[in-house]
């Protein structure tokens, strides 16, 4: 359960910091996704992910490593695939969905757009090939769009104590 106890005090004592230029703070994007992917009734590894999603931003570990790989290094040592894969994966999903919907790009927000453009950019033939192989991929591409979506300022959504029991009943024993 020590798990648990990083979570909430990741969350307590960073959470409040800006998300990226985005007008929420890093908890408050963290519920929005997983309350979205509770509403569409997503399974329990799902709604996780969606918290999780973006942990490795809340990590002291220097710019070199991108948050989606400091985050599942963390999450995969805790937490199963199904959780920790499409956190790995969720920074591919923008690019692949940048090049295979015309419209996704233009659904982005700006710092997202900026942020693309340091991530790699719209995925070649190649790399879609690649990521399309990857047993999770869907997932993350769900993720993804939660991940867009949760960027409201001030939106009511329940609080992070409500998913220490979903947290809890994914945990690696």
């Not at 509770?38 to 002291?60: R, T």
């Not at 490593?65 to 920074?91: D, I, N, T």
């Not at 591919?92 to 453009?117: I, M, N």
Request: proline share 5%; charged share 25%.
């Amino acid at each position: 359960m020590a798990a648990i106890d990083d979570i909430m005090s990741l969350f307590q004592t960073k959470g409040n910091t800006e998300y990226g230029g985005e007008k929420v703070s890093q908890l408050e994007h963290a519920l929005q996704a997983a309350h979205l992917a509770q509403s569409e009734q997503a399974p329990p590894s799902m709604v996780v992910a969606a918290l999780l999603h973006d942990i490795g931003h809340l990590m002291d570990d220097g710019p070199e490593k991108p948050h989606e790989h400091l985050g599942h290094g963390w999450v995969s040592q805790h937490f199963p695939a199904e959780v920790s894969e499409p956190v790995r994966l969720h920074v591919e999903a923008k690019r692949y969905l940048c090049a295979t919907d015309g419209s996704y790009l233009q659904q982005l927000s700006p710092t997202s757009v900026k942020s693309l453009h340091v991530q790699g950019g719209p995925m070649t033939d190649a790399e879609l090939d690649a990521f399309e192989e990857e047993q999770y991929y869907s997932q993350a591409v769900k993720l993804r769009h939660w991940d867009d979506q949760a960027k409201v300022e001030k939106l009511a959504v329940p609080a992070l104590d409500t998913y220490r029991e979903t947290i809890a009943s994914l945990l690696k024993t």
